[in-house]
């Protein structure tokens, strides 16, 4: 079993949709979590950091359970700009290392 | 924050030749790391690498192959060695900002192999 399993996508979604992507971990140690956007031909950049309350910015809003080991990410009123590939990553505190998911790519179409 | 530049951006080599791989933090950090992104999938870390140490290797990289140095605090390079077509792919550097709350990357290496 992968360490970080996302929703494997591509998501096609019209301009204005709401997208949720799911993503769960193994570790029940992990101590952190994070959703990272990559666009096409870049590094990934964070997107936003995920906390057991759950955190939102903007149109975007990231949720957190513990118990079942479970991370969402829900995108509302889609942009084009939204158009990347998602990243769920987590830290294990082992080192301080990251754990990347496979990615969710996302296109949102005019 | 950290802003960290990373070189060459693109290489194309020669099989069984060596790249060396370089990354400048703009501040001192204890932790570096080096990740490979195969064409369509996502990061898998090769090693973390600390000041002062021998770097720490994942599970399936060798030090022979992906030598790597950290002479000081800000700097880390990667060697990848006696490279193959599958090594193909594109490389990147990493460290936590000072705060410890965001990781940053390097703008990655795009190599191929021919």
């Known amino acids: 079993r992968k360490e970080v399993e996302q929703d494997p996508g591509p998501f096609n979604v019209p301009e204005g949709a709401t997208v949720a992507f799911n993503c769960t971990y193994s570790n029940s140690a992990s101590q952190s979590f994070f959703w990272y956007r990559q666009d096409c031909r870049k590094e990934p950049k964070l997107l936003m950091s995920v906390y057991s309350s759950g955190n939102e910015d903007g149109r975007f809003t990231a949720q957190l359970n513990r118990a079942s080991q479970y991370i969402s990410l829900l995108i509302r009123d889609s942009k084009l700009s939204d158009s990347a590939t998602y990243l769920c990553?987590?830290?294990?505190?082992?080192?301080?290392?990251?754990?990347f998911g496979e990615g969710t790519q996302l296109t949102v179409n005019p | 924050s950290a802003v960290i530049s990373q070189k060459p951006s693109r290489d194309i080599c020669q099989r069984g030749t060596s790249l060396t791989i370089q990354c400048q933090v703009d501040s001192q950090v204890t932790m570096m790391f080096w990740y490979r992104q195969q064409p369509g999938q996502s990061l898998t870390l090769i090693a973390t690498?600390?000041?002062?140490?021998?770097?720490?290797?994942e599970s399936g990289f060798v030090i022979d192959k992906f030598p790597i140095s950290r002479p000081n605090l800000t700097f880390s390079t990667l060697t990848v060695s006696n490279m193959s077509p599958e090594d193909s792919s594109i490389y990147l550097c990493s460290s936590w900002g000072v705060m410890g709350t965001e990781a940053f990357f390097g703008q990655g290496t795009r190599l191929t192999v021919v």
């Open positions: 690498a600390n000041q002062g140490s021998e770097a720490t290797y």
């Open positions: 990553v987590v830290n294990t505190g082992s080192g301080s290392r990251l754990t």
